[in-house]
């Protein structure tokens, strides 16, 4: 019968818990509560540290080094002088280098799961998160994380399902130590658990027990041939950086195809880091070394994928700075105290068998899945380039496992009708969907369309969609943006 015999567990229906589920819903929805009665945040009370501690919502402090900022920088978007260069920054009128935009948004410091300890297994699907950028973050910021609602709406089916299938969506802001919102969030994710009936649960439940996945892997891996090497560097060659031109908003139209980038092939996933938004861990892309004909010569290339890659690791796997990931990371408390937190301890998802969902994106023998919110920071290299020196990224959006792709993969799950859908702005991929779940050794080919342009309170903004295929074509992220453009009425 596989992995989990449907035989082995209770029958569910929607709204009526078991006796192991009651008393942690009800907390957990009684938590849920307390933040919305809760209201607005005294924001200045919350970085002066005054809030009673027990307010509702509040989430991790993060202090924002420069360390982290030019690891993530450097990393995805090394040629970005906005975001590794200071003199340059300041001159376009920043105080200093920019941190990536979706920095202390981090999807699961805002996003507390069903109760772990109701629940034996767990399947997920339909990430589907957005973020609106306010103010820029600097090197030296404080950022504040709060909870500002917290829904579940319970999809089970009435005539009863071995699996709850839940979906919950998580609303937030950050704020810097000035008191000023930097970003807001919301963060969807769609849960599908099982209880075991009496006498069925394994004595042991650790990771392999509880997670419950598709079998992404099962995807065959490519081998890079000599073929696929010329189209890699012909796109790289083609890529363009808008740069210190000002791309005008009366100059984009309906329809506009910015120029497509590439990143990978992935040697390395990240690993979930909370609660920067960002992951540590991961290796780079080699585009600089690999179009550089004296640096290819030395390049090792595998004979199993017929990936190149340099001879020391750390020059494409940089190394993680002080204190992130699998170490300890430095956070304030409310009330100003510094503490160490284990980065393994925060991200663990069920108390009674000590799982730690970094294990979900471990590279196995057959390939490893990738973090939702890599392909992210590929896109953003990818609108970065397009928007140029003088754009501003407003809101970034983006999903991972929506219903098609895990119907494909064997896993039948109800539709989250809160879920964004990006492709059907697209009209040659309206009819298209993700296909695949990102994977260690694939390529992401980051391919947009522009589909709307207007004039709000003064300000022009652009939306595109925007999605991510492997070198075979197989569509591994989709997503949406909200670009801020000068305008020549302003000139």
């Known amino acids: 019968m596989g992995k989990f015999n449907p035989d082995d567990f209770v029958v569910l229906y929607p709204g009526v818990y078991t006796e192991q589920e009651k008393a942690f819903v009800e907390k957990y929805l009684a938590d849920n509560k307390a933040i919305e009665e809760r209201g607005e945040i005294d924001v200045q009370a919350l970085i002066k540290g005054t809030l009673p501690q027990d307010t509702p919502g509040l989430g991790p402090v993060l202090k924002v080094t420069e360390a982290m900022v030019r690891y993530n920088n450097e990393k995805y978007d090394p040629a970005n002088p906005v975001l590794n260069d200071a003199e340059y920054a300041k001159k376009l009128g920043y105080k200093d280098i920019l941190a990536l935009p979706c920095f202390g948004a981090h999807d699961d410091s805002f996003m507390v799961p069903y109760p772990p300890d109701a629940r034996d297994t767990l399947l997920v699907s339909q990430l589907n998160h957005n973020v609106t950028v306010y103010k820029p973050i600097y090197p030296g910021d404080t950022l504040y994380m709060v909870f500002n609602s917290r829904h579940l709406t319970d999809q089970t089916p009435t005539e009863g399902s071995i699996y709850r299938h839940v979906n919950i969506k998580s609303t937030g802001s950050v704020y810097n130590q000035h008191g000023e919102k930097v970003n807001d969030v919301v963060f969807r994710v769609s849960e599908s658990l099982k209880i075991y009936k009496e006498g069925k649960r394994p004595a042991v439940m650790g990771f392999a027990e509880f997670w419950e996945s598709a079998a992404w892997s099962n995807r065959p891996a490519h081998y890079y041939t000599d073929e696929d090497w010329k189209f890699i560097k012909d796109c790289w060659l083609k890529e363009k950086r808008q740069g210190a031109q000002p791309l005008y908003w009366e100059d984009v139209k309906i329809g506009d195809k910015p120029t497509a980038t590439v990143d990978g092939p992935i040697l390395s996933p990240l690993i979930p880091t909370p609660p920067y938004g960002l992951a540590s861990g991961g290796s780079r892309t ?34 993680v700075p002080d204190g992130v990931g699998g170490g300890t990371l430095e956070t304030t408390d409310m009330s100003g105290d510094t503490n160490d937190i284990n980065t393994a301890d925060i991200h663990k998802t069920d108390s009674s068998a000590d799982i730690n969902t970094a294990d979900i994106h471990k590279t196995t023998d057959s390939r490893g899945p990738l973090l939702n919110f890599l392909g992210r920071e590929f896109a953003e290299r990818h609108i970065f380039n397009w928007m140029g020196d003088h754009g501003w990224l407003y809101n970034i959006r983006w999903g991972l496992m929506p219903v098609e792709v895990m119907a494909t993969y064997g896993k039948k799950m109800p539709l989250n009708t809160d879920c964004e859908y990006f492709l059907k702005h697209v009209p040659e991929m309206k009819d298209k969907n993700q296909t695949a779940h990102g994977l260690t050794e694939d390529l992401a080919i980051v391919k947009s369309y522009v589909y709307d342009k207007y004039n709000r309170d003064g300000e022009y903004f652009v939306d595109l969609a925007w999605w991510i295929e492997t070198i075979e074509g197989d569509i591994w992220l989709s997503g949406g943006a909200t670009v801020k453009l000068p305008s020549k009425r302003s000139k």
């Open 286 to 319: 080699l585009k600089k070394e690999i179009l550089d004909p004296e640096i290819f010569k030395t390049m090792i290339r595998d004979e199993n994928n017929g990936i190149y890659r340099m001879q020391n690791e750390a020059d494409y796997i940089p190394v």
